[in-house]
């Protein structure tokens, strides 16, 4: 059977490092077992969903390389839902329950205060058939509640877990529809998991209660609809938390688009998050094929994972090391030539800083204070000057001959004339790039002061 993964995010705001990883490690899987990756929209929130987040999720998806095999939108598939609800109203496994929300708040309360689970009571079980309609005639319109059968014990082989298993009586009825009609998210993820042939389901542990009454909506969709279906595998990875160890308000908002703007680069983001809480290492890919080729679920750890932005970074300016030529052509002067690149890459921590240092080659570079000193050094270094293959090489052999300068007296005070700063790309790289006219210029305008 082709394994079919999705991502399920509900377009309420950006995509973050959480759901991110998600969509990643249902990618990955679907790309190992040579399946189908869908992206699903889970937009039956109709007041928060919002148009411009469903074109950022599709965007952030093509930038971190996460391409779908298909969309698909709950907001368009709503007759699928009305179906399902009345095949399982007719199975006897949905109910309406009359409650406000105030009312269950202080059944909530009541049974806190005795030291008892708040478990939804059943009370709207309890009513007869007078006064179910005595609530309607006062114009208490209905939300619904799928019933958990209580005989059956609710187990399942995680994926990362391992065997689950939760006792039904100990879970409440689970609201699937509001008074209004709109939907919840259960039953409509459950439906579209048996519709699209979802064989697994993998997202954040924050769902594993989900998944224990989603397992018996399962059981009776596919009884009552969906004979040809079977139950889709479940795997739940552990929770991303911040260096701090806690799921920070700060993790919770890095979004794509700040690592967009920041200038990370995607394969960095997706390096770290591919095997972060795994037992595999992390490293820098430039592609997706060994991330796929060791993706492995097995090696998924329980513990919570640990986000830290510094071991991104690290990660962002190993790749950039790595980066051919050709992937920052886009974005530098024509003049940018391949040598420049691969001298000044070394030095940098972002693609994006290459445009800072070519502001460094072609000038104007900032203008330092040198002490008489120095300025006669430089001066004696503008004199030296013989343009030749090595020109940096050979400029600094003749000053340390010439003047007995070793060391950061020697180097320092021309990194400063030359380039405006404390340090930098290799110099013998940069010289060449700089040029003769320029090298000579920027000498003698430091000797001079
Ligand atoms: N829309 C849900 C969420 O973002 C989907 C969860 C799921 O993967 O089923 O949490």
């Not at 269950?104 to 179910?132: T, V």
């Not at 954040?204 to 224990?212: I, K």
């Not at 394969?267 to 992390?282: D, E, N």
């Not at 380039?419 to 003698?444: K, S, W, Y």
């Amino acid at each position: 059977m082709t394994t079919i993964t999705r991502f399920a995010p509900s377009p309420t705001g950006r995509l973050h490092v959480g759901n991110i990883r998600t969509a990643l490690h249902n990618w990955l899987l679907a790309r190992k077992q040579g399946g189908r990756f869908l992206l699903r929209i889970d937009d039956t929130d109709a007041e928060r969903s919002r148009e411009e987040y469903v074109e950022a999720i599709r965007a952030d998806l093509a930038w971190l390389g996460l391409d779908p095999d298909g969309e698909e939108r709950q907001s368009e598939r709503l007759e699928k839902y009305e179906t399902a609800f009345e095949a399982l109203r007719a199975a006897g496994r949905v109910y309406p329950a009359y409650e406000t929300a105030q009312e269950l708040e202080l059944k909530r309360k009541i049974q806190l205060g005795r030291g008892l689970p708040p478990i939804y009571d059943r009370g709207a079980l309890a009513l007869s058939a007078e006064e179910r309609a005595a609530k309607e005639a006062d114009g208490i319109v209905p939300h619904w509640r799928f019933m958990l059968d209580h005989d059956e014990a609710i187990v399942w082989e995680d994926g990362v877990r391992g065997a689950q298993k939760f006792d039904p009586v100990q879970l409440s009825d689970p609201v699937i529809r509001r008074a209004d009609g709109s939907w919840l998210y259960m039953l409509p993820s459950a439906v579209d998991d048996l519709d699209m042939g979802v064989t697994d389901v993998l997202r954040g542990e924050d769902h594993v209660s989900n998944t224990a009454v989603q397992i018996q909506i399962f059981t009776a969709l596919i009884a009552a609809q969906y004979p040809a279906q079977q139950m889709p595998r479940f795997a739940h990875e552990a929770l991303l938390v911040g260096t701090e160890g806690k799921l920070s308000k700060r993790l919770g908002s890095l979004g794509c688009d700040a690592f967009r703007a920041q200038g990370f680069e995607p394969m960095a983001i997706v390096s770290l998050l591919a095997r972060l809480g795994t037992s595999q290492p992390v490293e820098p890919f430039l592609e997706m094929a060994p991330l796929v080729e060791t993706f492995d679920l097995s090696t998924f750890g329980r513990a919570p994972a640990r986000f830290d932005e510094a071991e991104l970074l690290r990660l962002n300016a190993q790749l950039v090391h790595q980066l051919p030529y050709e992937a920052v052509r886009g974005f530098v002067p024509d003049d940018f030539t391949r040598e420049a690149w691969h001298a000044i890459r070394p030095n940098l921590e972002k693609a994006s800083e290459v445009v800072e240092w070519w502001q460094v080659v072609t000038g104007p570079v900032e203008r330092r204070e040198f002490s008489q000193d120095d300025r006669a050094y430089l001066s004696q270094a503008a004199d030296a000057l013989e343009w030749s293959e090595q020109p940096w090489q050979d400029l600094t052999a003749s000053l340390k001959a010439s003047t007995g300068r070793k060391g950061k007296a020697l180097f320092l005070p021309l990194r400063q004339a030359l380039t405006g700063r404390d340090h930098g790309p290799d110099m013998g790289e940069l010289l060449p790039l700089i040029g003769e006219a320029r090298t000579r210029e920027r000498l003698e305008a430091a000797a001079h002061g």
